[in-house]
């Protein structure tokens, strides 16, 4: 079981932890995949989902991903290793690039279709190549000379590859910036080419989407910043200017990025991968790295003590491996590429271990993070996102009119859309349904439903825009890959404190009927009600509620036993409406909180044909054009 040190409240008045305790997590997270180890370290094999791909990648997954987490334990100790991870590293990377070793690592193929063999080993190369960069003189300086040449040449058959065109970009990159950094040849390599395609898509204020699709999520996090900080570190070389506007974009993301998390250490549940859990903190521990972080250091610490110490408190590597999940095991969650290695990526958010004891980050006394004690209201236009973190719950909540994860056009087939992007509303404390929840289309979204009881889904984005407190897209329902013809839905979130009016602009037959959803809250047997045109869903004091105040007839809410990753079930508070016109307007008022819901006299609002005006009892007054306010081609399905 997982040991902490006693607290400290005078030097961490928030949280308690110091580095000792992220220091004994690592240690107790890394003794815990050596117990599963290989004889040679190489191909560790833990229990968990095996993909497609087989066991000898989902171990070199568990070497390569782990590898991220000792490496700045080890920087950090300046040459004390009393665990002995120097050694039994390095004698993994002798053994996994030695052809004919029984631990031979996978070659990976080039991501171009028809795909030849298996990719990931060109993930675990970039993930290689960074810990060696953080511990060269540990361990690359310290093989003989043949192993030298050996794990050079494995890195620069990846270096050489060509990769998907989204974050993937930087994993060939990662691996050539290394061997450059050592002398070593990198001919035949394109990693400044691949490094000013993913510049490229820079949004602004540091954001990035992953890849030439709109796709905003903590990749962001988990590769697209530290990757890009790891390579202008070793190659900054080639352009300083392009690596001191990647530090000014840096500072620039953690100054918003650190506005996403809550007080207590939750993180908001949006997008794929999120079983790298800790990753997400990478960023903010390479800005303090570099001295450029928006926050000072003990908020710094703050912050990311409150996340690990969360993940922790809900059982995260106390007992066992890491598993692919949330707070706990939970496969819907996760994707197909997802095995029993991939949790590692955690250790990318160990990175601060590399900053030695006398580093201010440990040393100064705990400040407040962004959200702590204060309301937080974040616009990220480029991002089509607003969050919205309220001081007296301690939630954070994200509205989300620019983030689909898809392409266009829609083709037939299976729909290209994700539970953890398709959604118009996250949080902190909630996750969208991945099983029978998100086949029914329930929670976080507007359902058209047809005549054989069927849901739409929301699908690609045909347009976004957002301006001020008000984040707005416009999308054609479809299913099974198919747009369903004549229809349309533009739909506007203002946001105000906690709650967010949820507009939209319908069109289409009139034999569709509509279903308009909350968050879904979870837990052993959340409680739940309605009444009138109110609904609502609790767990213990978390509730979600959502409140008709235009277009709709009724309120009910939904169970789902098979539950979210937050937990085994799930509540969600529904609104239901039949249409009588082909083009119709809808306003429901949404809340997630603790305690009572507060839904009643919060908003006034009027409908004027497509113009919807809402007063906030705040003072804030806002109208919106549900017809005009999206910049879109207005092409119905």
Request: hydrophobic share 40%; net charge negative.
């Amino acid at each position: 079981m997982l040991e902490l040190p006693a607290e400290d409240r005078d030097l961490s008045p928030r949280t308690g932890w110091t580095r000792a305790h992220w220091a004994a997590v690592a240690d107790h997270w890394l003794a815990t995949l050596r117990r599963y180890s290989s004889p040679r370290h190489a191909l560790p094999v833990l229990p968990g989902r095996v993909t497609d791909s087989g066991v000898r990648r989902e171990a070199l997954e568990v070497f390569g991903r782990s590898f991220l987490m000792a490496a700045p334990r080890i920087a950090g100790e300046r040459g004390r290793d009393p665990l002995g991870l120097a050694d039994w590293y390095a004698e993994g990377l002798d053994a996994g690039t030695d052809p004919d070793s029984p631990e031979a690592w996978p070659l990976g193929a080039t991501g171009r279709r028809p795909l030849l063999g298996i990719t990931n080993p060109i993930v675990e190369a970039a993930n290689i190549a960074f810990g060696l960069h953080l511990t060269r003189e540990w361990i690359w300086d310290r093989l003989d000379r043949p192993v030298r040449k050996r794990v050079a040449a494995w890195l620069l058959h990846h270096a050489r590859t060509e990769v998907f065109n989204n974050n993937w970009q930087l994993f060939p990159s990662m691996a050539e910036a290394f061997l450059a950094s050592v002398g070593e040849d990198t001919r035949g390599c394109t990693g400044s080419r691949n490094v000013a395609r993913v510049e490229s898509w820079h949004l602004g204020g540091g954001w990035f989407t992953d890849g030439p699709e709109h796709a905003v999520d903590h990749y962001n996090a988990f590769v697209i910043h530290p990757y890009l900080w790891a390579w202008h570190r070793m190659r900054g070389d080639l352009d300083p200017a392009a690596a001191r506007r990647h530090l000014d974009r840096l500072s620039e993301f953690t100054a918003s990025y650190a506005r996403l998390f809550a007080p207590d250490g939750s993180v908001l549940h949006f997008g794929r991968s999120l079983t790298y859990r800790t990753a997400v903190l990478a960023p903010l521990w390479a800005a303090e790295l570099s001295g450029v972080s928006a926050l000072r250091p003990g908020a710094t610490r703050r912050l990311a003590s409150g996340v690990l110490a969360n993940f922790t408190g809900h059982g995260v590597g106390a007992d066992g491996p890491l598993t692919i999940g949330w707070h706990g095991e939970h496969l819907a969650s996760s994707q197909a590429y997802s095995g029993f290695g991939s949790p590692y990526l955690a250790g990318i958010g160990f990175l601060g271990l590399a900053m030695a004891a006398d580093h201010p980050v440990w040393t100064v006394i705990e400040e407040p993070q962004p959200t702590d004690g204060r309301d937080v209201l974040t616009v990220l236009p480029q991002a089509g996102l607003i969050a919205s973190a309220t001081s007296a719950d301690g939630l954070v909540r994200l509205v989300n009119h620019g983030s689909d994860h898809c392409g266009l056009p829609v083709g037939g087939g299976a729909d290209p859309d994700d539970p953890h992007y398709a959604k118009f509303a996250y949080s902190s404390h909630t996750a969208p349904g991945t099983g029978s929840s998100w086949e029914e289309g329930a929670d976080g979204h507007l359902a058209l439903i047809g005549a054989d009881g069927r849901s739409s889904r929301r699908g690609p984005l045909r347009g976004w825009f957002t301006e001020g407190a008000v984040a707005a897209s416009a999308h054609v329902p479809q299913r099974d890959g198919k747009a369903w013809a004549g229809t349309s839905v533009v739909t506007a979130s203002i946001v105000d404190g906690p709650h967010e009016l949820r507009c939209h602009l319908v069109t289409g037959p009139a034999e569709y009927s509509l279903r308009e959803g909350g968050h879904a809250v979870s837990g052993d047997d959340p409680g739940s009600g309605a009444d009138g045109l109110v609904a609502w869903a609790r767990n213990g004091d978390l509730v979600a509620a959502v409140a008709g105040v235009h277009g709709w007839d009724r309120a009910e809410t939904l169970r789902y036993d098979d539950g979210t990753a937050i937990g085994p079930v799930a509540a969600v508070p529904v609104l239901r409406a039949d249409r009588h016109a082909e083009t119709t307007v809808h306003v429901a008022l949404h809340l997630l909180t603790r305690g009572e819901p507060e839904v009643e006299d919060v908003v006034e609002v009027s409908v004027d044909g497509t113009r919807v005006t809402a007063a906030w009892r705040s003072g804030a007054k806002t109208s919106v054009d549900m017809a005009t306010f999206v910049p879109w081609d207005g092409h119905t399905g």
